[in-house]
């Protein structure tokens, strides 16, 4: 009896389930659309009114935001002794990451710390001499107000991105840079679209703001930037790929600058003085073409000097790679060699396969 009374137990707590789902499933069928259902909705038109959103929401942020805290912000930024100390939960700690890093490859020490690591151990990395820099669409989210006594007993400044300058962390703050927006770019009003997107921007805005009027130079931002296409554009110097000399006499006979042609295999030769000078570049094309408008019982009275390029554009060993690509291409004729000299004494060739090859 009591085996049937358990079954018939189970039986009822099954049944009653059963139920319930049934129930949850009409309601769900009810209030979403179904599996696979799509809206009807003009995808391009959709796309490019998202984007206009968001583009208002900046230029927005740029009409509406105080200059003074603008330039307080800056001042109190470029005057900080220790690092940015970024922060933010969500959406807007993903944004803070992205403005993190930018200030750090472009002269400004930065950092990212999510609130809640702060307050466990986290704090270990903040000092009196640092900035943080909060972000918070309204400015009452819980993890980010949690920290803000730790953060003041430590006696950093803060400056904070906010939505709603009325906001608990804008009230905290020592400079509020408000980048509220109307609406949201999501179309149920929701999701952090528009204001990630006018957060980031001011962010960037600052971090380049900071490295203009810090002078950072081009061959500063390549310390930061060694790897990839970007590093080696401003990194990998002439020097570095060019190839050895081929040079030959300006009285070498025309077959002598054949033989020097095919011996290096470049695709050209430099002519040289007797010390080393430059004079002009024969290139493979120089000499079919004179060859070709040459009679055949002239060919012995050719010389290395009547079949080059006098005065070729040309290049330094210290002139980035990049530079000397751009030299080779912005011209009206492009030219695939340039003579590389160093002084008054011509030291390398320098060819646009190597350039290529070297991945700029």
């Known amino acids: 009896m009591r085996n049937v009374s358990i079954r018939a137990l189970c039986a009822v707590r099954a049944s009653v389930k059963a139920r319930q789902f049934a129930i949850i499933a009409n309601v769900a069928g009810k209030c979403l659309p179904a599996l696979g259902e799509r809206h009807l909705v003009n995808t391009y038109e959709k796309t490019i009114e998202i984007l206009r959103l968001e583009a208002s929401a900046i230029e927005n942020v740029a009409a509406t ?14 005057r900080c002794e220790g690092k940015v100390v970024v922060t933010g939960v969500g959406k807007s700690g993903v944004i803070a990451q992205k403005i993190a890093q930018t200030m750090t490859s472009t002269g400004t020490p930065a950092i990212y710390i999510h609130p809640s690591d702060a307050m466990h151990g986290g704090l ?48 905290s703050s020592d400079v509020v840079l ?12 929701l999701a952090p679209t528009s204001s990630t997107t006018a957060t980031l921007a001011l962010g960037d805005a600052l971090a380049m703001t900071l490295m203009e009027a810090k002078g950072l130079t081009e061959a500063d931002f390549a310390v930061n930037h060694p790897a990839g296409r970007l ?34 295999a470049l ?24 060859i070709e408008r040459t009679a055949p019982n002239e060919l012995s009275q050719l010389s290395a000097s009547s079949m080059m390029t006098a005065g070729p554009i040309k290049t330094s060993p210290d002139t980035l790679a990049f530079a000397a690509l751009k030299l080779m291409e912005d011209r009206p004729s492009q030219i695939s060699v340039l003579p590389v000299v160093d002084g008054e004494k011509c030291v390398g060739l320098l060819r646009l396969h190597d350039v290529v090859r070297s991945g700029i």
């Open 267 to 290: 695709g050209a030769v430099n002519v040289v003085d007797e010390d080393g000078r430059l004079l002009g570049i024969v290139t493979d094309g120089d000499l079919r073409r004179t």
């Open 124 to 171: 270990g990395i903040l000092s009196s001499g640092d900035v943080v820099l909060a972000l918070s669409n309204s400015g009452e989210t819980d993890e980010l107000l949690a920290v803000l006594p730790a953060i003041a007993n430590r006696g950093a400044v803060m400056i904070s991105i906010v939505g709603n300058s009325a906001s608990t962390l804008a009230r």
């Open 65 to 78: 935001i105080d200059a003074a805290s603008v330039e307080k912000a800056v001042e109190l930024l470029l």
């Open 231 to 264: 590093g080696r554009r401003l990194t990998v110097r002439v020097a570095d790929i060019m190839q050895k000399s081929p040079a030959v006499a300006p009285d070498a006979g025309w077959m002598a600058v054949v033989k020097a042609i095919s011996e290096y």
């Open 178 to 189: 408000e980048a509220s927006i109307d609406k949201e770019a999501c179309p149920l009003n």
